[in-house]
């Protein structure tokens, strides 16, 4: 990745990180934005959405957080897990082509471009 483009997405994509709810010890990073985790924090404490699950670490645990209270969720299969994550990219793929109508020309133009110097 030119490093341009990895100081704009660092800038641009923040992440908030917290240690795991089920006391094991690992710091647990959600990155926040549209369609990522949200995170409201006011005098009751921090309300995270959606829910965390932490299929990556050997704990596995399956929370909510809402005003700083732990509300423990039930552990998803495998099958679950795949299916959240297909969900999750599907989610993404939609938000950004939606939003980057411009990036899609340019694309085409430097196509277009590229094909005629190829030549
Ligand atoms: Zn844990």
């Keep these: 990745m030119p490093p341009l483009f990895r100081r704009i997405l660092s ?8 240690l795991c709810a089920c006391g094991c010890g690992q710091e647990v990073r959600t990155p926040l934005g549209p369609t990522e985790w949200a995170v409201r924090a006011d005098v009751r404490g921090p309300t995270r959405r959606p829910s965390v699950g932490n299929w990556q670490l050997p704990c596995k645990s399956h929370y909510l957080i809402t005003n700083g209270n732990v509300q423990w969720s039930n552990q998803w299969t495998d099958k679950q897990i795949h299916a959240g994550r297909q969900k999750e990219h599907a989610k993404r793929t939609a938000h ?13 133009l430097l196509g277009f471009v590229h094909d005629r110097l190829g030549r």
């Design 96 to 108: 950004y082509e939606a939003r980057e109508p411009r990036a899609s020309w340019w694309r085409l």
């Design 11 to 18: 800038e641009e994509f923040h992440s908030a990180a917290h």
